[in-house]
């Protein structure tokens, strides 16, 4: 029988102005994922700060720590669809789906 691979997130992140996003990391196994949360969905479904009021992303910084389970759970949930081509994937606006009770897709997924 085969060992189920695991995926596990890393602590570090950082915020990407070029991409307007929060970059943190996964491994799936020994790959290695790159995984970005953009502006938009923070500040859609996070209340994170926008744009102008927030160059340096520290919004959105603060926005990812304080989210930072269900954010890992919508990342896991896309892998699980993508695969992460070329070793990234990105979570968007697109990505934030409300679920039965308010609360996202993502989360409905974990409780059942």
């Known amino acids: 029988m085969q060992a189920a691979v695991v995926f596990e997130f890393e602590v570090p992140r950082a915020f990407v102005s070029d ?3 929060v970059l943190f990391f996964a491994h799936h196994g020994a790959r290695p994922l790159r995984c970005y ?3 938009q969905a923070l500040v859609a479904r996070f209340g994170a700060s926008d744009a102008q009021s927030d160059e340096d992303g ?3 910084l603060q926005a990812y ?3 930072r389970e269900e954010i890992r759970a919508l990342a896991w949930r896309k892998f699980q ?10 979570i ?3 990505d934030i789906v409300e ?3 308010g609360g996202t897709a993502a989360a409905a997924a974990r409780h059942g």
């Open 19 to 21: 991409a307007q996003s």
């Open 37 to 39: 949360v953009t502006r």
């Open 58 to 60: 520290r919004g959105c």
């Open 65 to 67: 720590d304080e989210h």
């Open 81 to 90: 669809r993508s695969r992460a081509p070329g070793g990234a994937l990105v």
């Open 92 to 94: 968007d606006a697109d």
């Open 99 to 101: 679920g039965p009770a």
